[in-house]
């Protein structure tokens, strides 16, 4: 038997937790059919050993059995387990764990930026700030602790520190605003060292939302805040902090926005800024501002990180020094060149995601002008990336290169570095296309915050796209801790009266989206969202954390409502982008938008009554099933025709309906005949927008008409899934059509190519083509129920659970289907296949059988 090492929380880098009892979690590997019937937890600490002991069979997020940490205290954790048969496991390798700063005295480090004047409201160059120190007794361990009003890149002794990109990332900064922590003992060496860090505006002060955006919307100060804390070998503590001693200078970065790119001077810069005895020239002491310590925060979530690079698979020449490159996926992140040149001499670099008349399709940037350029010194050969920037393109063009070898350009992946967990593979590989262009969409879309595109001047966390894609997000990778983090800000932006804001963090919307109002699919983040944590992940601290605001936005949905138990007002986007709806109004759908909001409403209400429910909060359960049966019914009343059919005969209407369990079986039945009928009469297109795509597929499944289902996703004419791969999509448009069958780009000024919402049908995928679902929280049970169809020969599926890779494959050969199940230890299963009677698989066991 092996035991892992035990995970903290959510996250994989337990350096500067900000969790003073944070949850534990291993897996076993073990004969089949063994099941963990307890535990043992051994913490070693500075003042000794200790070991916590619980009769259960519990694994996942296993409540911290010990004293608290303290800042900066350090443990050793590991974990045995024994089932059955009384025989303890080894213990498994140790964890060792580092708490940050948990309290509001652990800090002493203020703002420090540049103190020129500047001009607010405009393109401001950033500044480079720096303390020199002298450490004069011997380095046990030295630690940063660095956050920034804006984004930083830190060094020390002219060496970079980490490997993070776009940090702080973004929050609600006025609130909460992410630290990060990192082991700087091999860069502080005893004598003279120099602290410094490279500033950008990022979304703190740089320009971000609509029609022509806002800047300064947290603050003017674009100002680091660090913390370098050197314990010596004596035990005594030397620390560094940001303040009045620092100094700063003009930054070589000229301008550097999210959504415009970044203009640097090579002529600018200064070699050695940041190591001992660089020049002074030019310095000026920095502006001291102020931040309450008490919203600095550890990070939840994994950082921003470049996790792969991509080498252009064509290059074409435009003009003597224009190339235009085709990295052959859509993608988020940068370029990096190799440059040289004389002094003066321009290299700049546009990026698009599509080409329109074999030239790069800008309009559908709008106002981001994605656009990086260097200025060279004359200095020998270098490769140079913009620091605080980044683009959603496949294509871009550089110019200022006379040629392009290899090597010369490479585009750098970057998104939060999420570890992948769920892979699905067909024998359709325009399928498999589809299932890739979901996982890229996803990447792109998942950088600090899940963005709606990241490519024109929007890039904002809208909350109906991550309501419908949080369960596909949640298979592809382990998103928990990255979506508990913005759902903390959700709360923290939700309005007095309960309304959830159309966006987190909130800014600026416009003569559209201001003043904030309620809307169903998005609001119903707050409540949909954390269940799918607690279903996928086992957390049920989410739903502790998450409940006060669910439970607000329900009750606005209640007071909105009233006694009809319908919901017909508000600003509803109802079935938004049904292909149907006109370029100019993506809200004009098919399908009644109240009748959207209604059914969103009695869905929502019934999750919060199941929530409350297991949170122990029984009187609030109850309330809330008898609110979702009353309109439940007063849904059928008002749209359910005496036929079975509804008053919007669309197909959204009835896969919500269906969906959502707001019909009889007889009405269900109905329904189900109709969906499947309104998809053959499409010529099995798509009719769907937000709010009906995600539920489509498993409505016609549900309902026995799982053929139709696999004709749906199959289908290769506009609007389908399958036509933007056969439009050469390597991720998911925001609409059907964004790019229209002659090549030319939807005429709507909301087109992007990189929108996850329309592949929330892989979670479907995952669950009927792969068979794979959970049966209870965390994937500790499951249901393995594969319905073969549309001409496939054969699927996989894997998914990496909290407890190990669950592993399903079926395949056609000449004696039948042959299906194959693997479970890791402390995983069971329920198998449902036609043809054979229900299968039971044991803890770690394996299914194999042949259905002729």
């Known amino acids: 038997m092996k035991v892992s090492a035990p995970r903290f929380e959510h996250i994989d880098d337990t350096l500067g937790m900000g969790v003073p009892a944070p949850r534990l979690s291993w897996r076993t590997e073990a004969t089949p059919g063994w099941t963990q019937e307890a535990w043992q937890l051994r913490c070693e600490r500075a003042d000794g050993t200790v070991i916590a002991s619980e009769s259960t069979g519990e694994q996942v997020l296993v409540a911290w059995p010990f004293e608290p940490l303290s800042s900066r205290e350090q443990v050793r954790v590991s974990v045995r387990v024994r089932g059955a048969d009384q025989q303890w496991s080894t213990w498994s390798e140790e964890t060792v764990a580092e708490a940050g700063l948990l309290d509001v005295e652990d800090w002493i480090a203020v703002p420090v930026g540049a103190s020129w004047d500047e001009t607010a409201d405009t393109d401001r160059r950033p500044a480079l700030v720096r303390r020199g120190f002298r450490v004069d007794q011997p380095i046990a361990h030295a630690r940063l602790y660095v956050t920034a009003h804006g984004l930083y890149e830190a060094e020390i002794n002219g060496i970079r520190v980490g490997d993070h990109e776009l940090s702080p990332g973004w929050t609600k900064y006025d609130e909460r605003l992410v630290y990060w922590t990192f082991d700087v003992t091999e860069q502080v060496v005893e004598g003279e060292n120099v602290l410094g860090a490279w500033l950008g505006d990022g979304w703190y002060r740089g320009r971000i939302g609509f029609n022509g955006g806002y800047r300064d919307l947290y603050g003017t100060d674009q100002a680091l805040i660090a913390q370098l804390e050197i314990t010596h070998q004596d035990g005594s503590r030397t620390t560094i902090a940001s303040d009045g001693d620092w100094a700063a200078s003009p930054s070589p970065i000229l301008v550097s926005g999210l959504y415009d790119g970044e203009k640097h001077d090579s002529r600018d810069e200064q070699a050695g800024w940041s190591k001992p005895g660089a020049a002074s020239d030019g310095w000026t002491p920095v502006r001291v501002g102020h931040r309450d310590a008490s919203t600095l925060v550890a990070p939840a979530l994994p950082p921003v990180r470049c996790t792969e690079e991509l080498a252009p698979v064509v290059v074409t020449r435009v003009d003597e020094t224009t190339h235009l490159l085709d990295f052959g996926q859509n993608l988020v992140g940068r370029l990096r060149v190799r440059a040289q040149g004389p ?510």
Not at 417 to 442: I, K, Y
Not at 782 to 802: C, K, N, T
Request: charged share 25%; aromatic share 10%.
């Open 343 to 852: 002094a003066g001499h321009v290299i700049a670099l546009r990026h698009a995601e599509v080409l329109e008349n074999g030239e790069l399709g800008i309009r559908p940037l709008r106002l981001a002008d994605a656009h990086d350029t260097i200025v060279l010194d004359g200095g020998p050969e270098r490769f140079w990336e913009p620091k605080f920037t980044f683009h959603g393109f496949r294509y871009a063009t550089v110019t200022g290169l006379e040629e392009i070898a290899e090597g010369d350009v490479v585009a750098r992946v970057i998104h939060s570095d999420m570890r992948r967990t769920g892979w699905l593979e067909t024998s359709n590989p325009d399928l498999n296309r589809l299932h890739e262009n979901v996982r890229w969409g996803m990447r792109g879309n998942f950088l600090s915050i899940p963005t709606d595109c990241p490519q024109r001047d929007e890039r904002l966390g809208w909350t109906g796209d991550v309501q419908v894609f949080a369960p596909t997000a949640s298979f592809l990778y382990d998103s928990a801790g990255f979506l508990e983090n913005w759902l903390a800000d959700v709360a923290l932006e939700q309005l007095p009266d309960g309304t959830i804001p159309w966006f987190v963090p909130v800014i600026p919307g416009g003569p559209t989206w201001n003043p904030i109002r309620t809307g169903a699919v998005w609001g119903d983040v707050s409540v949909l969202t954390p269940w799918t944590l607690y279903e996928r992940f086992g957390d049920l601290g989410v739903l502790h954390e998450q409940y006060a605001s669910g439970q607000k936005w329900v009750e606005r949905m209640i007071r909105q409502a009233g006694e009809s138990r319908l919901w017909k007002d508000a600003h509803q986007l109802g079935d938004w982008l049904d292909p149907a709806a006109p370029p100019h109004d993506p809200a004009d759908a098919r399908t009644d938008r109240y009748l959207v909001a209604s059914a969103y409403f009695a869905f929502s209400t019934r999750r919060l009554a199941d929530i409350a429910r297991l949170l122990g909060r029984l009187a609030d359960a109850e309330r809330y099933a008898r609110i979702a049966d009353e309109a439940r019914d007063a849904f059928r009343t008002e749209y359910v025709r005496a036929d079975g059919t509804l008053t919007s005969d669309a197909q959204t209407a009835y896969a919500l309906a269906i969906r959502f369990g707001l019909l009889s079986s007889a009405e269900q039945e109905s329904a189900g005949r109709r969906l499947a009928e309104l998809v053959r009469e499409a010529g099995n297109r798509i009719a769907t927008g937000f709010a009906g795509t995600p539920v489509i597929s498993d409505a016609l499944t549900a309902s026995g008409h799982v053929d139709a289902a696999y004709d749906l996703i199959l289908e290769e004419e506009c609007p389908s899934w399958l036509y933007t791969v056969r439009m050469g999509g390597t991720t998911i448009w925001e609409r059907w059509d964004s790019m229209l069958p002659d090549g030319s780009i939807n005429p709507g000024e909301m087109t992007s190519f990189n929108h996850f919402a329309l592949g929330s049908v892989a979670d479907w995928m995952h669950r009927t083509i792969g068979g794979l679902a959970p049966a209870a929280p965390g994937y500790r049970r499951i249901i393995w129920e594969p319905q073969p169809g549309g001409g496939l020969e054969h699927a996989r599926v894997a998914f990496d659970s909290p407890y190990g890779l669950i592993e399903g494959s079926w395949r056609r050969e000449a004696d039948g289907v042959h299906y194959e199940l693997t479970v890791p230890t402390g995983v069971e299963g329920t198998i449902r296949i036609a043809g054979l009677e229900e299968q039971f698989v044991e803890s770690g066991g394996r299914f194999q059988a042949v259905v002729a």
